[in-house]
């Protein structure tokens, strides 16, 4: 499936502050936005991609922010932002004043015109709380919460295999989803690279909190009438033509709108 080499590059998101995106997403009359949660590596980013090319609407990671500091000289970054860098690290969550700050810096990219696609956030009931009221502060609506679910011995080797654009943020995997030339970015030509989380001791710490702070999240949304959960077993076209299927059906059972 082609990604769009057009899509919207994130600026206002990336960097927050003042920072504003160059190329905007199409503003549309029923913009989509959607949550999605699971598992690391279960393959979200991969489906938020895809989404974003077919619906339009921004990939919100929070992760992405995160690794985006990185870049950053010591200077240049705030001292919650390298303490946020070490939590990253041990795979552990940052604290939730940290990563409610950045959304709220952020917030008017929840009411861009083209939707979201928020991936990584929330993490916490804490965090879905605020985001709740950051939503209604901003006059948007949730149209959708979609879980992925899949086995977690299938997702850590997802993870083992990763590989980044440290560039564009695309993603790769080494053998299921392979660049069309080894250990080269197929939309931008930088190098890619293993994420530093992407570790073994990095990886248990981070399946253990999912399993702790961030599964919970499910019954939440659940109550709140949001939740589609959706298998993560297959290739990520299928898990796609899965979730535009579930999103459809949400369309003609009254609860969504157009997709
Ligand atoms: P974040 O960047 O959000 O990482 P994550 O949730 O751990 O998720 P990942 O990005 O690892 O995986 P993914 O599900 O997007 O999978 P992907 O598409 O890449 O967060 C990183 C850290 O930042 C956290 O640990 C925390 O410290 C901090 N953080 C971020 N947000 C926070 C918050 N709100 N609160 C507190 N702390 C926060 O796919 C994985 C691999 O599988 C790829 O190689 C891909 O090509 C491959 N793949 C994808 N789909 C398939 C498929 N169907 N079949 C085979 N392979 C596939």
């Not at 080494?174 to 931008?188: H, N, T």
């Not at 890619?192 to 702070?213: A, C, F, G, T």
């Not at 961030?214 to 290739?235: C, D, M, Q």
């Amino acid at each position: 499936m082609e990604i769009s080499q057009n899509k919207p590059n994130r600026n206002a998101w990336l960097k927050g502050g003042k920072a504003q995106c160059q190329i905007l997403p199409q503003g549309r009359v029923h913009p989509q936005r959607l949550v999605l949660l699971g598992a690391p590596g279960i393959g979200k980013g991969t489906q938020a991609e895809l989404l974003s090319a077919r619906l339009g609407a921004c990939h919100l990671s929070t992760g992405d922010i995160f690794r985006g500091a990185k870049t950053l000289s010591e200077c240049d970054r705030t001292p919650a932002m390298s303490s946020a860098l070490d939590y990253m690290r041990r795979g552990d969550l940052v604290p939730d004043e940290t990563v409610l700050g950045l959304l709220i810096e952020r917030s008017k990219c929840l009411r861009c015109g083209g939707g979201f696609l928020l991936d990584g956030f929330p993490r916490t009931v804490a965090q879905a709380e605020a985001l709740k009221k950051c939503l209604t502060q901003n006059d948007v609506r949730l149209g959708a919460v979609l879980s992925y679910e899949l086995p977690l011995e299938k997702v850590v080797s997802r993870l083992s295999g990763r590989r980044t654009c440290p560039t564009c943020k695309a993603v790769y995997h080494v053998d299921r989803r392979p660049p069309k030339m080894s250990g080269i970015c197929d939309a931008c030509g930088t190098a890619l690279i293993q994420r530093e989380d992407d570790r073994p001791e990095s990886v248990r710490v981070r399946m253990e909190v999912y399993e702790k702070s961030t599964a919970p999240l499910a019954e939440f949304y659940r109550r709140n009438h949001l939740l589609v959960s959706i298998s993560a077993e297959g290739t990520p076209e299928e898990i796609f033509d899965r979730t535009m299927i579930a999103l459809k059906r949400r369309l003609y059972n009254g609860t969504w709108c157009a997709v």
